[in-house]
């Protein structure tokens, strides 16, 4: 995690992703041999970011019990991390930087895979998801991707109160058109 703030700190002075290892090395005093045997590509530096987040947003989901509101509990899942951080307007750059830039745009749009298994597994505590494997799985990918469509909203807009909006219009599409499980409200 140190190796990978360093370099979003380096990224975010430089205004883009283009440190080299060496550099991001130094301000963290390791080897670049450390680096690679971390991240075999210089890109991957952002992983550990995402993933945290991504266990935060886990937390919250595991947390809620079944009687909250699914849509309440998704929007709190993929929103309260960054302004509890308090850094907002340094989220939003980095979110800019890895936008903006291809490689590293590619591991945040994978970032959000692993989340699919627990996501379903919330809604499928409240919803009828069913049993096939895809029709079960979808409510989860469209959550997902509703998440990134309302990051990268932020990202050209940069109202924070615009993209927790955002994500409760598209949790209320979503879980709208899902059936209650059998004896939950």
Known sequence: MDIAVAARDIFLSDGSTSATVERICDAVGIAPRTFHRHFPMKEDVVLPLF????????????DAGTDGDAVDVLVEAFSTEVPKRGQIDLD???MTLVLDTPGYRL???DWGQDLAG?????LG???DLGR????RELPAQLVIQACRHAYVYWVDHGDFTDLRAALR???RMIVGALSPTVGSG
């Open 118 to 122: 627990p996501i379903t597994d919330f």
């Open 107 to 109: 591991r945040w749009l």
């Open 132 to 135: 096939d494997p895809f029709t």
């Open 51 to 62: 993933r945290q987040f991504g266990t935060l947003s886990l937390h919250v989901l595991t």
């Open 169 to 171: 219009t598209a949790m």
């Open 92 to 94: 939003r750059a980095f």
């Open 125 to 127: 505590a409240r919803f």
